[in-house]
């Protein structure tokens, strides 16, 4: 069973940067497209961006566009989110995901069916 670990959130003041991992175990990982998504408070859980297995193709909300970039190293089984230019908005717990049947980025939420246990960014304005 592929589990996935993310690290590398935290407090940090607007406009600064955080890069966040999700380590994923199995031998598998390589194959799934996998997808970063957020949760504030008070609010529904959305997506953030999404890479496809080879991490060639790259999906992107409106809201992170220009300031977000995901990215994956399949030899360390690790995708990454690196955020810049974080607003106070950007505040929430953020979660990795993987679509293990599908090697493309979907926006079906239900077609992630592993997820990471969340690391929480909070930026200060």
């Known amino acids: 069973q592929v589990q996935l670990v993310e690290s590398g959130g935290g407090l940090v003041q607007a406009g600064g940067s955080l890069r966040l991992s999700c380590a994923a175990s199995?031998?598998?990982?390589?194959?799934?497209?996998m997808a970063w998504f957020r949760q504030a408070p008070g609010k529904e859980r959305e997506i953030v961006a999404a890479?496809?297995?080879?991490?060639?193709?790259?999906y992107y909300a409106d809201s992170v566009k220009g300031r977000f970039t995901i990215s994956r190293d399949n030899t360390k089984n690790t995708v990454y989110l690196q955020m810049n230019s974080l607003k106070p908005e950007d505040t929430a717990v953020y979660y990795c995901?993987?679509?293990?049947?599908?090697?493309?980025?979907?926006?079906?939420?239900?077609?992630?069916?592993?997820w990471g246990q969340g690391t929480q960014v909070t930026v200060s304005s």
């Open positions: 890479i496809n297995w080879s991490g060639v193709s790259t």
């Open positions: 995901a993987a679509a293990q049947y599908s090697t493309t980025w979907t926006l079906a939420t239900m077609e992630y069916r592993l």
């Open positions: 199995g031998r598998t990982f390589s194959s799934f497209a």
